[in-house]
Each structure stands twice: as C-alpha cells, then as structure tokens.
C-alpha cells in the first residue's frame, strides 16, 4: 500500500496512561514521513459529539444507566464516522484517534459488565468493518493510572468509579489484544515518558515499514 492511502490509528487505555501526550507523539512520527494526519477523540470529534461527550462525562448524570451510556457512546461515533472519519480516509488522510469501539468493549462491555456481545451488535450495525488499521494499548496496572489520573483537575463521571471498575475495563482491553494481537499492540507505559515513547516508536517504525516502506 501508497502512502498516499489512509490509515486509522487508534490509542487506548485506562486513565493516567498518557494518551493525550503520547497521541501527540505519534502524530510527530507520522508527520515526519510527510503524512497528513488527522488527531480526534472519542467520544467528541464532532460539533454534536462534544455535546454527547459533555453529556456522558458530567458527574450530573451519575444516574444514567449503563445501556443509555452505551447508546449515547455510539450515537457520538455515528456522527463522527460519518463527518470525521471516513472522509479523511477517503481523502488518504492518516486519523489517529484518542478511543474508539475498543474503549465501548473495555468500559461498557468490560466495566459496566454488559458483555462483548452487545457492544458487537451495535459495533457492526454503526460501522460494520471500520476498524483501525493499528491499535496502541497504552497498558498500565490500575492503582498506578489512578494516581496520575488523581494529579489532573476535577474528576469526570468515569474518572470518579471505584478501582474494582478499572480493574475490569483493563482486563477486557487485554482480552481484546489477546483476540487481536496483530491489531491490538500493548505498550507497557510504567515506565519514564522517555521510554514509553521509545517503545511506541518502536512498534510504529516496526508497523509502518509493513505499510509505506
């Protein structure tokens, strides 16, 4: 494949593993092989998915079920595959995007304890076979995320659940790299940023020498 051919990129993790850092790294590492790159989020990305977005983190809404939390995840990735993503791609633009339907797995499928299952059913009707081409698992043991998570501001809705919660939204994103080791590469991030980001660059010149090399 060109590297006139977009790609997406996805990163993961539990809180505290630096993903809002490190996506920024790997955009320098895309951009320095003269790519054109697209940096969003989920849920957000879009005019209507901030809303959602704002929606869903807000301690207000401490009562809101599980299955109206997941409904609302994917009627922001809806919009956002539709004006976002799949426009870039189809344009040969790179997307590099903090979360996608891996986090819905591991937060509501794992943590909310509503099974792989029904997020699949929902995954395939909202966008079928839009999968990332490469997904980095920032992995990181709990008890460590939350404390840095802990150092940042005010805490949002999910930042507030207790440790047993993040203890099954881990597990589950370690089962999904099981099933998909090929797409679904972990990087150890319990270590110095200098050597997170050694290891990331390690797995995107590895990867990308497969794709535009």
Request: with cysteine; aromatic share 8%; hydrophobic share 45%.
């Amino acid at each position: 494949m060109t590297a006139a051919a977009g790609h997406f990129i996805t990163l993961e993790g539990i809180e505290g593993v630096g993903k809002t850092t490190n996506i920024e790294f790997v955009r320098g590492l895309l951009e320095a092989r003269g790519l054109e790159v697209i940096v969003t989020r989920e849920p957000g990305g879009t005019p209507l998915g901030e809303e959602i977005r704002e929606l869903l983190l807000d301690h207000r809404h401490d009562a809101m079920s599980a299955d109206a939390e997941l409904l609302l995840m994917f009627a922001a990735r809806a919009q956002h595959i539709a004006q976002v993503i799949r426009p870039a791609l189809a344009a040969g633009k790179w997307v590099l995007c903090d979360r996608y339907t891996d986090a819905t797995f591991a937060y509501q499928g794992g943590g909310r304890g509503l099974g792989f299952e029904r997020v699949a059913r929902l995954a395939d009707w909202v966008h079928h076979d839009l999968w990332p081409d490469l997904t980095l698992l920032l992995d990181l043991p709990v008890a460590a995320g939350l404390e840095r998570a802990g150092r940042r501001n005010s805490a949002d809705r999910f930042e507030r659940e207790r440790s047993d919660f993040f203890e099954r939204v881990r597990d589950a994103y370690l089962r999904l790299a099981q099933r998909e080791p090929r797409r679904v590469r972990i990087v150890a991030a319990d270590a110095p940023l200098e050597q997170v980001q050694a290891r990331l660059r390690a797995v995107m010149t590895e990867w990308l020498t497969t794709r535009i090399d």
